[in-house]
């Protein structure tokens, strides 16, 4: 008995220490009103995982982080984001529209914005989705991307994002001379 009273303290106190990753969507963004500022010490997060893929002509040799796998044939550059990868806000080009880097460079990006389909959620953005894949903008290349990928909503942990700083100063009052 003391021992699964001991178990369960130690799963309770665990579990309270995890993070509790929400949805970012346009609803919560407007109910904050966090400025650009603001967002960049707001950690973002994958909801899933996120593969992009381009595959190069017989005269691109230029490699970057991304790996080459042999597709039908053909080589292929892919880069991986995995499901509750961390990244961080760079910019915004427009409204709604957020640049998030996964990357210790702040120029290798990826947008996402909000989907009225998916009430209103931040999901990967694309220059073109057609029922299969998607083509994305990467490290200025364009890759393509299954459509699964237009899914993958941006992830934060509010109970982070909300700590708010108060500091209080109490007011003694004037009086008449």
């Not at 003391?2 to 178990?7: A, I, M, Q, S």
């Not at 303290?9 to 949805?23: D, E, F, R, Y």
């Not at 002509?57 to 982080?65: C, K, V, Y």
Request: charged letters at 25%; glycine letters at 6%; aromatic letters at 12%.
């Amino acid at each position: 008995m003391k021992n699964t009273l001991l178990f369960m303290l130690l799963v309770i106190m665990a579990s309270s220490c995890s993070k509790s990753l929400t949805p970012f969507s346009q609803r919560l963004y407007e109910e904050y009103n966090w400025n650009d500022t603001e967002l960049r010490k707001i950690q973002f997060y994958l909801s899933d995982d996120i593969v992009l893929r381009r595959s190069f002509g017989s005269n691109e040799t230029a490699i970057s982080n991304g790996q080459i796998k042999i597709i039908d044939g053909r080589e292929v550059e892919q880069v991986i984001f995995k499901k509750g990868t961390p990244g961080v806000y760079v910019f915004s080009p427009k409204e709604n529209r957020f640049g998030i880097s996964f990357e210790s460079n702040d120029d290798s990006y990826l947008m996402f914005g909000p989907n009225p389909k998916q009430n209103e959620r931040y999901v990967l953005l694309a220059k073109e989705w057609d029922r299969s894949k998607g083509k994305v903008t990467y490290k200025g290349n364009t890759y393509s991307t299954d459509s699964r990928s237009a899914y993958t909503t941006l992830m934060v942990d509010l109970n982070k994002a909300n700590k708010t700083r108060y500091e209080s100063t109490k007011v003694s009052g004037r009086k008449v001379n």
